[in-house]
C-alpha cells in the first residue's frame, strides 16, 4: 500500500495536543505565567517548563465497537482500534530559575483537576469528541512508575482520555448484490 497517498492522521497526538490546549487555556496566565511553560515532557527531561504531560499508557477499548467505513460500492476500511490514553499531569519540581515552591504545586495541580472536572468531554480538531476522566492508580503502581523514571513519588494528576479511534488502513472488496432469485415451491 501506498502510505504517500493515504496519510492517517496521528489520533493519539491529536488527543494529546486537545489536552494540552485545554491546560493552556485554563492554567495560563495564572498560575502559570506563559503556555509555552506547559508541555509535553516526560518527568526526567531537564527542560524548563512547569507543567508536563506525560502519556504514559495506551490500552485497548473494546468497551466501544466500531463499524467499517465505507469507500465505495466495492470496497470498505476495516473498522477503527478504539484505544484509552493515561496521562500523567506532573509539575516540574526542578524547574531552573529557582526551583518551584510546594504552595505553587499545590496550587497548579488544584487547577489541573478544576480543568480537567470542568471539561470531562472535549472535541479534537477532526470533531471526534474525546472523554477525559480521573484515575484511581494505586499507591504501589504510582510508587512502581515513578521508580521507573529513577525518580521519588511525586504528586501528580493521573487521567484518562477515550475513545481515542485509531483508523485502519486495511481495506476489503465487497460485491454488490445484483440479482436475487427467489424459488418458493408449495407442497
Given amino acids: 500500500m501506498d502510505r504517500g497517498k493515504e496519510r492517517l492522521d496521528s489520533e493519539i497526538l491529536q488527543a494529546g495536543k486537545c489536552l494540552l490546549e485545554l491546560l493552556r487555556k485554563e492554567l495560563c496566565p495564572e498560575p502559570v505565567r506563559d503556555n509555552d511553560l506547559i508541555m509535553f515532557a516526560s ?16 490500552q485497548d477499548y473494546s468497551a466501544m465497537s466500531t463499524a467499517e467505513t465505507l469507500l465505495g460500492d ?7 482500534k478504539a484505544v484509552e490514553l493515561s496521562y500523567l499531569i506532573f509539575c516540574n519540581e526542578a524547574h531552573r530559575f529557582g526551583g518551584i515552591q510546594r504552595e505553587q504545586i499545590q496550587i497548579t495541580l488544584n487547577e ?3 480543568a480537567v472536572y470542568d471539561h470531562p468531554a ?9 472523554q477525559i476522566s480521573f484515575l484511581r492508580e494505586s499507591v504501589d503502581f504510582k510508587m512502581r512508575l515513578w521508580g521507573s523514571f529513577d525518580r521519588p513519588l511525586q504528586p501528580a494528576v493521573y487521567i484518562s482520555a477515550v475513545p481515542v479511534l485509531i483508523g485502519s488502513r486495511r481495506k476489503r472488496k465487497v460485491s454488490r448484490v445484483q440479482e436475487r432469485n427467489y424459488d418458493v415451491t408449495s407442497n
Fill in 112 to 114: 489541573v483537576v478544576r
Fill in 43 to 58: 518527568p526526567w527531561e531537564e527542560e524548563d517548563y512547569r507543567v508536563g504531560i506525560y502519556l504514559y499508557d495506551v
Fill in 122 to 130: 472535549l472535541e479534537r480538531e477532526d470533531g471526534q469528541a474525546l
Fill in 74 to 80: 466495492e470496497e470498505r476500511r476495516f473498522p477503527p
